[in-house]
């Protein structure tokens, strides 16, 4: 992890900031002139002979206002106790250092091990089905209860990977989020809770400055982060194009282990994950025995608790009153759960979220809500 007193730090940071370069080009301007330092106290006549380099790009490299920009990123990251380690450091994650195109360094909030012995990215259509989220919800809590306990990773985003985020934690297992933006934000705004429950149980990791917003871009580059730190990746739901599919291809160039869950033939959401079964760029999963066959994967420890709450778990009665609603309707919007309690958008929002985390509920497209199979109502709120 970088030391806040290292002197080549504000060079180390400040290397990421300059514009229009990569880490591929980085590393080879650091192993030109031989060090972050050096980087920036280069004469621009030797900046411009390294392929790459323009004449624009050696100004901006020699003047001042890069490092000035990387000592206000240091203060940023010691402000918001941020971890930063660099990509040459011993305790850099180790898939990321097997990536070609790894960051250089990588922003991390929380307290995920980086270095976990099995890290499973879990990634798909933001537009997701019952189907496929039902998939999500139980084999991460298979993976949990059978006790092979792996760290969830995947991107904050709506659909698979929050849904994939939520299951993680309410399973206690631990997960990481890849942002597309700096710490000082979360996107989208409506996970901020989440995100916070994650740098408890898990960790935000990011390549981006700490100010940077999220931009389209952005996505697509933070997908590296999400393939590269795993050992596997699972596609759930996704049309013929998309930000999993690409999360699919770049794990596929580092020689990680792609899954994909099979659907209809008819359902567009499904089209990409049976394209990528048909032309052999993912292994079909079913559940976890195809992960045990194809990972090698044996429990870590003994299966049995895996931390969901049960019906003897305390419910508040606010709890109890939406879990009745529920109970008498096979599923309801988030609206209407509000009007029908009289408690209030923001409070319902809250409570939902809770009970998810329970188990006691399970979210459905369209911000509507049923209770969930494990969910017993009868000991629960009666």
């Known amino acids: 992890m970088?030391?806040?007193?290292?002197?080549q730090l504000k060079y180390k940071i400040g290397i990421t900031l300059i514009p229009g370069i990569g880490s591929i080009l980085a590393k080879k301007i650091i192993e030109f002139t031989g060090s972050p330092e050096e980087v920036f106290k280069s004469s621009e006549s030797l900046l411009e002979?390294?392929?790459?380099?323009?004449?624009?790009?050696?100004?901006?490299?020699?003047?001042?206002?890069?490092?000035?920009?990387?000592?206000?990123?240091?203060?940023?990251?010691?402000k918001y106790r941020v971890k930063a380690y660099y990509f040459l450091d011993d305790d850099y994650p180790e898939r990321l250092k097997?990536?070609?195109?790894?960051?250089?360094?990588?922003?991390?909030?929380?307290?995920?091990?980086?270095?976990?012995?099995?890290?499973?990215?879990?990634?798909?259509?933001?537009?997701?089905?019952?189907?496929?989220?039902e998939f999500c919800k139980n084999l991460i809590h298979d993976l949990a209860a059978g006790g092979y306990d792996p760290v969830i990773m995947s991107g904050l985003a709506y659909g698979i990977d929050?849904?994939?985020?939520?299951?993680?934690?309410?399973?206690n297992l631990h997960t990481i989020a890849a942002l597309a933006h700096g710490l000082s934000t979360i996107y989208p705004p409506l996970h901020r809770n989440i995100a916070e429950r994650i740098t408890?149980?898990?960790?935000?990791?990011?390549?981006?400055?700490?100010?940077?917003?999220?931009?389209?871009?952005?996505?697509?580059?933070?997908?590296?982060?999400?393939?590269?730190m795993a050992d596997a990746t699972i596609v759930i739901e996704s049309a013929t194009k998309g930000g999993a599919l690409l999360t699919a291809d770049l794990?596929?160039?580092?020689?990680?282990?792609?899954?994909?869950?099979?659907?209809?033939?008819?359902?567009?959401?499904?089209?990409?994950?049976?394209?990528?079964?048909?032309?052999?760029?993912?292994?079909?999963?079913?559940?976890?025995?195809?992960?045990?066959?194809?990972?090698?994967?044996?429990?870590?420890?003994?299966a049995g608790k895996t931390g969901v709450p049960g019906p003897e778990d305390s419910l508040t009665e606010e709890e109890k009153a939406i879990l009745?609603?529920?109970?008498?309707?096979?599923?309801?919007?988030?609206?209407?759960?509000?009007?029908?309690t009289g408690f209030g958008a923001g409070k319902t929002s809250c409570l939902l979220l809770e009970l998810e985390f329970k188990g006691s509920i399970t979210s459905l497209p369209g911000k509507r809500y049923r209770l969930s199979v494990r969910s017993s109502i009868a000991s629960s709120a009666g």
């Open 2 to 7: 970088l030391d806040i007193n290292d002197p």
């Open 49 to 78: 002979k390294i392929p790459g380099i323009g004449k624009t790009l050696a100004g901006k490299i020699a003047g001042r206002q890069i490092t000035d920009e990387a000592e206000k990123e240091i203060e940023f990251i010691t």
């Open 98 to 133: 097997q990536c070609p195109d790894s960051p250089l360094i990588l922003f991390s909030k929380g307290n995920a091990n980086l270095h976990h012995p099995r890290i499973l990215s879990i990634v798909g259509t933001r537009n997701a089905t019952a189907y496929g989220l």
């Open 162 to 171: 929050i849904a994939a985020h939520k299951a993680a934690l309410e399973n």
């Open 200 to 228: 408890l149980q898990g960790a935000l990791v990011t390549d981006f400055p700490g100010k940077m917003k999220p931009e389209r871009g952005n996505f697509i580059k933070r997908n590296r982060l999400i393939a590269g």
């Open 251 to 302: 794990a596929n160039s580092y020689n990680r282990d792609v899954f994909a869950l099979p659907g209809r033939i008819t359902d567009k959401r499904s089209q990409g994950c049976n394209n990528l079964i048909k032309s052999n760029k993912a292994a079909l999963i079913e559940n976890i025995k195809d992960l045990e066959y194809i990972l090698g994967w044996a429990p870590l420890k003994q």
């Open 324 to 340: 009745m609603l529920l109970k008498n309707n096979d599923e309801m919007s988030a609206d209407r759960l509000s009007v029908e």
